[in-house]
């Protein structure tokens, strides 16, 4: 290859989708500073904005993948087009570019894009990044197959071509078996000193959808165990960055930003997050957040993110009813979801985003109509409140399908059909169209139907990314593909991407999923550092 430096990598992180949203994700931002430390040549790619293409001579040695959302794999196939390779890695030679992928999206279920990708980082990479690069470096001018074995040798490195995967006629895993040597599991990685060092944004890859916001994340995980939420299971156990590394990386974002915007799955868990909200304030900052749990929000807080600028608070009551929340192991109750709005409202803050799901297991047309009802009473709280002020704001009510994700308890569980989605979408569109001050919100029932495929499918799933790509609709794609995300799966099934070890055991998955048909709710998972205890009638631990 033409101007590569013998010494140094040459590599192009690319996200695929638009440069504000790629750097609005901090995981971005990790994985680029991980491989300038480890001294490759790094170059950031979005979509539309990718530094090489198929006329140049100088392409990267190594196009690396950050995918977040599966809705942003069939964009991975546009960027391999726009580098000038072929869509499969069986069609790209030796000379060709190693391609990579990591990111949650493919940490969950790398299978549907494996036909394309040479090989994946499951897990956190940063600590794997340094290796990858010498590894790479090293073996220029070896044969594609011998560097890809080399690679399956670093833990957490899967390398799909070393695995031979067959299924039945209904496209139902039969077996999985490791070539060349490879590992017969892929271990997810995990940052044990992420809480020395956090994450926050990089001012060299430019702003975010966030505006002018410094971003800088408080945690991974969340220790609340709802059964839909993969971020409350694949990043166990829950991690909160050390109270001094965010007061230090405040510091460093309020040099250059008025407002600090504060991300993670669940903030409000972090022990010291008060502490934080102060100095940020005392520094004369504001301050955004992603999202707030409900029963971990005291009026104290909301003053203060009050005063720090906030002007909409987001929560999630996910269901309408007690009932279907037990299930979902969402455990609040209707008082506390009352509550929140009130102290929020109080506090001074005017405007309320609440994001629900449709078509959860074990959901009835009553909970449908419980949530109308919740909703309904939600906004008589929000006027009243609002009444001393003069001016009421607005509630938007984002109502969304349920998604099955891997590794969790609801992994084995089917996407509502469209049909009853649709039902519910107008029902509720109706009846929220009746309340002044709400605003409903519902995204595309088709392409949350092709992100349940892409989230559950198997090798045989990638084959419709190239259709969509080439102009198929996702409509027409989703009547060429098996349904698999449109069906239950059993106990003993093998999923195909139970190859990777998260380090929840499978089996507490499943007793999980067991208890929720009966509405048993199980208490949330403690912090790193503070021990576990045996959760509910489960003989052992999770992990």
Request: with cysteine; aromatic share 8%; charged share 25%.
């Given at each position: 290859m033409e101007n590569?430096?013998?010494?140094?990598?040459?590599?192009?992180?690319?996200?695929?989708?638009?440069?504000?949203?790629?750097?609005?994700?901090?995981?971005?931002h990790k994985i680029y500073s991980a491989f300038t430390e480890a001294g490759a040549d790094c170059t950031a790619g979005f979509i539309g904005e990718f530094p090489f293409d198929r006329h140049r001579r100088d392409r990267p040695?190594?196009?690396?993948?950050?995918?977040?959302?599966?809705?942003?794999?069939?964009?991975?196939?546009?960027?391999?087009?726009?580098?000038?390779?072929?869509?499969?890695?069986?069609e790209r030679g030796d000379d060709a570019p190693l391609v990579c992928a990591g990111?949650?999206?493919?940490?969950?279920?790398?299978?549907?894009?494996?036909?394309?990708?040479d090989f994946f980082v499951i897990g956190e990479g940063e600590n794997v990044t340094a290796r990858i690069v010498e590894l790479l470096?090293?073996?220029?001018?070896?044969?594609?197959?011998?560097?890809?074995?080399k690679l399956a040798s670093i833990e957490g490195v899967y390398v799909p071509a070393l695995y031979d995967v067959t299924y039945d006629e209904d496209g139902r895993i039969k077996n999985r078996k490791p070539l060349h040597g490879a590992p017969e599991a892929v271990l997810r990685l995990y940052n044990p000193e992420y809480g020395r060092e956090g994450t926050a944004q990089l001012p060299e890859l430019g702003g975010s959808i966030f505006g002018d916001a410094f971003l800088m994340e408080t945690g991974k995980g969340c220790g609340q165990g709802c059964r839909f939420?993969?971020?409350g299971f694949i990043y166990r156990p829950v991690r909160h960055v050390d109270t001094a590394r965010l007061k230090e990386q405040a510091d460093e974002g309020l040099r250059e930003h008025k407002r600090i915007g504060l991300v993670g799955s669940a903030i409000c868990e972090h022990p010291e997050m008060a502490e934080l909200y102060e100095h940020i304030l005392a520094g004369g900052g504001e301050m955004t957040v992603s999202s707030l749990r409900i029963g971990l929000t005291s009026s104290e807080t909301f003053h203060k993110l009050a005063g720090g600028g906030l002007k909409t608070v987001t929560i999630a009551p996910e269901a309408g009813s007690d009932r279907l929340r037990k299930i979902i192991n969402k455990n609040m109750s209707e008082e506390e979801i009352i509550r929140i709005v009130k102290d929020a409202v109080e506090a001074g803050i005017p405007n309320l985003k609440c994001y629900f799901l449709i078509g959860l297991p074990g959901e009835t047309d009553e909970d449908i109509?419980?949530?109308?009802?919740?909703?309904?009473?939600?906004?008589?709280?929000?006027?009243?409140?609002?009444?001393?002020?003069?001016?009421?704001?607005?509630?938007?009510?984002?109502?969304?399908?349920?998604?099955?994700?891997?590794f969790t308890p609801f992994q084995w569980e089917a996407m509502a059909p469209l049909s009853e989605l649709k039902k519910k979408t107008s029902f509720l569109r109706k009846k929220f169209g009746k309340m002044p001050n709400v605003e409903f919100k519902a995204e595309s029932l088709r392409l949350a139907s092709a992100q349940a495929l892409l989230s559950v499918g198997s090798r045989l799933t990638g084959s419709i990314l190239p259709d969509v790509l080439n102009g198929k609709s996702w409509n027409e794609a989703l009547k060429t593909s098996a349904a698999y995300h449109l069906r239950k799966k059993g106990?003993?099934?093998?999923?195909?991407?139970?190859?990777?070890?998260?380090?929840?055991?499978?089996?507490?998955?499943w007793k999980e999923y067991l208890k929720s048909a009966d509405g048993k709710t199980t208490p949330p998972c403690p912090p790193e550092g503070s021990g576990c205890r045996r959760c509910g009638e489960f003989e052992g631990v999770c992990i």
């Open positions: 590569v430096s013998p010494e140094r990598l040459s590599v192009c992180l690319a996200y695929p989708n638009r440069r504000e949203i790629g750097v609005s994700n901090l995981g971005f040695e190594l196009l690396a993948f950050s995918v977040t959302f599966e809705m942003d794999e069939p964009n991975v196939l546009q960027i391999i087009a726009t580098a000038g390779l072929p869509f499969k890695r069986t990111g949650v999206a493919v940490t969950l279920n790398p299978e549907p894009l494996s036909d394309f990708i470096a090293e073996s220029r001018g070896e044969a594609k197959l011998e560097r890809l074995k939420c993969a971020a109509e419980a949530m109308v009802g919740l909703v309904s009473r939600m906004r008589e709280a929000f006027m009243e409140a609002s009444r001393p002020t003069g001016h009421a704001g607005k509630i938007t009510i984002s109502a969304n399908p349920f998604v099955p994700k891997p106990g003993d099934e093998i999923l195909p991407w139970d190859f990777i070890t998260t380090g929840v055991r499978r089996e507490y998955l």
